[in-house]
């Protein structure tokens, strides 16, 4: 069964301490993997998309990694401002579905 | 820059009403969706449309129809409305077909059913 996993459910981190958020998948076939952060009582919005292991993208104090198996999203000095939900998830081969996981609550300490 | 824009923000509706929850995008996208997001359940699909006035159900869909009369506009809609369909309903939309396509959302809709 297609599935996807992230580590770890919540992170608390002070101002400029870096760290790396886990999303882990077991599908058939990978299309794409996505990368959203989502605010309280927000839609999520879109960061990254990776189609391919060993595939990298940077945007600010974030950075998104592909491995066969799992995704990181590094977060590199973060801010009290990157306080968030970050949610990852995968579309698989031969179909319009997109698995997504339940996300990893982030907060930065000031 | 992507857009996808649903009409209400907030709404409280009654037990038994009609609901309808609408969404309009505007990136010329085939594929519309909608999910509706609890604590510690996730994102879950109700329905999902691939093309205009075609629909698929998602893993939810009781108790929810949709309406999808043009392609950049997909209603949600629910019959008769009950306390356990109270609820964050986000509303999103791709592109279909060639490689991972990805997915937007709207800002979501807070429905509350009392």
């Known amino acids: 069964e297609d599935q996807v996993t992230q580590s770890p459910e919540a992170l608390r981190l002070q101002e400029g301490e870096s760290s790396s958020l886990n999303c882990s998948y077991t599908v058939s076939g990978l299309r794409g993997l996505f990368w959203y952060r989502q605010d309280p009582g927000k839609g999520p919005e879109f960061l990254f998309t990776l189609y391919s292991a060993g595939e990298e993208k940077e945007k600010e104090r974030l950075k998104a990694t592909l491995t066969k198996k799992e995704s990181f999203l590094h977060i590199t000095a973060p801010k009290p401002e990157d306080s968030a939900t970050y949610l990852c998830a995968v579309q698989t081969s031969g179909t319009y579905k997109y698995i997504f996981g339940t996300g990893t609550r982030l907060k930065v300490l000031a | 820059d992507v857009k996808v824009t649903q009409s209400s923000r907030y709404l409280v509706k009654r037990t038994g009403e009609k609901v309808f929850l609408e969404c309009v995008q505007d990136?010329?996208?085939?594929?519309m969706f909608w999910y509706r997001q609890d604590p510690g359940l996730g994102l879950r699909l109700i329905y999902f449309?691939?093309?205009?006035?075609?629909?698929e159900k998602g893993d939810i869909p009781e108790g929810y129809s949709v309406s999808r009369e043009k392609k950049e506009r997909f209603s949600l809609i629910l019959e008769s409305a009950s306390t356990n369909q109270t609820s964050m309903y986000l509303c999103?939309?791709?592109?279909?077909?060639?490689?991972?396509?990805?997915?937007?959302f709207g800002e979501g809709s807070w429905l509350t059913v009392v």
């Open positions: 990136m010329d996208h085939e594929n």
């Open positions: 999103a939309s791709s592109l279909r077909g060639g490689t991972g396509n990805t997915i937007y």
């Open positions: 449309s691939y093309d205009v006035k075609m629909k």
